[in-house]
């Protein structure tokens, strides 16, 4: 049989076979059983792509208040105020590959199933990997103030506090300067998330929490703007009408389980705040929801920091996004000899991005009081 020619070899790779997935298989790799980073956000459509050198965004903390009650034929005094803060993320990337061994592709040559098999499992790895390393990151954060490869994830934008009644503690992120997309919480009152300690899971205690927490996180602007954090919604009649924010709480499967067990034995006490539809639990209709990235790693001594212990996330996926450099969406390159393995083809994927949420206080975390 004649050789393929290297055009023959980049061609299999980048146009026939990801065209041809015939076969399955049971996947037994993944230690992860569910992905909120690729389920929740890329698929919700949450992608914005911009351009730049980093993520910016603009933020109005402050009004110049140029509302006010008058005399008839009173003097106006006009002032100006400047109200608007530059907020920056940094880039990061994500860099996933596949590579095929040419002594492989030769010796299936003949046997074109076989071929696509082992074509197609290369790039499932490949992107099994993806969501797996997107899932982490979103549940994690920077590991130190140098650190140039995390993504700002969960961590950076909801903190954990110390108090053990609900409210917007003055948290900055570990390990990043000056504060979540560069605004100190200090300096910027508004730009703070929700925390309070919780220690049982009953009415009084955790379930009161998650009460109080909907309610002071339910922020709707008094007029519809061009705000990326809107919660209104323009009608077919032109008006714009609050849609209200799309909250999920997500938490461990520990937690989850104790909240289906009070679900369907709740009594007048729990006043049907905690529901289970569909085989679903809700709380004021918003669904609670498992993390298996948090089951396995949030009550880690290295993790518990972060999250504390048994972490309950309430998150408004209206102000969360992921933003990627224009055209580095999964940004595919042709395939390639490796250039220390002469019989190896590679390729690669690149998603330049960082996550960010546009408005901190429109989320919060309740964790156990002894994290």
């Not at 803060?85 to 074109?112: F, H, K, M, T």
């Amino acid at each position: 049989m004649t050789a393929f020619l290297d055009s023959e070899y980049a061609d299999l790779i980048n146009t026939t076979f990801p065209s041809r997935k015939r076969t399955t298989w049971d996947e037994q790799v993944r230690t992860l059983q569910n992905y909120h980073v690729m389920s929740r956000i890329i698929t919700r459509k949450n992608i914005r792509q911009r351009s730049g050198r980093s993520i910016q965004f603009n933020a109005r903390f402050f009004s110049a208040d140029q509302a006010e009650m008058v005399k008839i034929r009173q003097r106006a005094d006009p002032f100006s105020k400047d109200m608007h803060a530059l907020g920056s993320v940094p880039w990061r990337e994500l860099r996933s590959s596949c590579i095929y061994d040419e002594q492989i592709i030769d010796e299936n040559s003949g046997a074109d199933e076989q071929l696509v098999d082992y074509m197609v499992s290369i790039e499932n790895d490949s992107e099994g990997a993806t969501a797996e390393l997107l899932e982490t990151q979103f549940f994690q954060g920077p590991t130190s103030l140098v650190d140039e490869e995390s993504a700002y994830g969960l961590p950076v934008w909801v903190t954990k506090g110390t108090g053990t009644s609900f409210s917007f503690e003055s948290v900055d992120p570990s390990y990043v300067t000056g504060g979540a997309g560069g605004f100190a919480a200090a300096t910027y009152p508004n730009w703070r998330s929700g925390f309070s300690q919780y220690v049982n899971r009953d009415d009084d205690d955790l379930y009161y929490k998650m009460r109080v927490g909907l309610l002071k996180t339910g922020f709707n602007p008094p007029v519809a703007g061009p705000y990326s954090n809107d919660t209104h919604e323009q009608t077919k009649a032109g008006y714009y009408t609050p849609k209200g924010p799309d909250r999920e709480f997500i938490t461990t499967m520990d937690v989850l389980l104790d909240m289906e067990q009070q679900a369907r034995t709740q009594n007048e006490n729990l006043r049907n705040e905690l529901n289970m539809f569909a085989g679903e639990v809700t709380f004021f209709r918003a669904p609670v929801t498992w993390s298996a990235w948090l089951q396995e790693n949030a009550n880690a001594t290295a993790n518990s920091s972060l999250h504390g212990i048994d972490p309950i996330y309430c998150l408004d996926w209206n102000v969360w996004e992921v933003t990627v450099l224009k055209g580095n969406l999964f940004k595919k390159t042709p395939a390639m000899r490796h250039p220390d393995y002469p019989r190896t083809w590679q390729k690669f994927t690149f998603l330049r991005f960082n996550f960010s949420c546009r408005s901190r206080r429109n989320n919060f975390l309740l964790s156990k009081a002894n994290s």
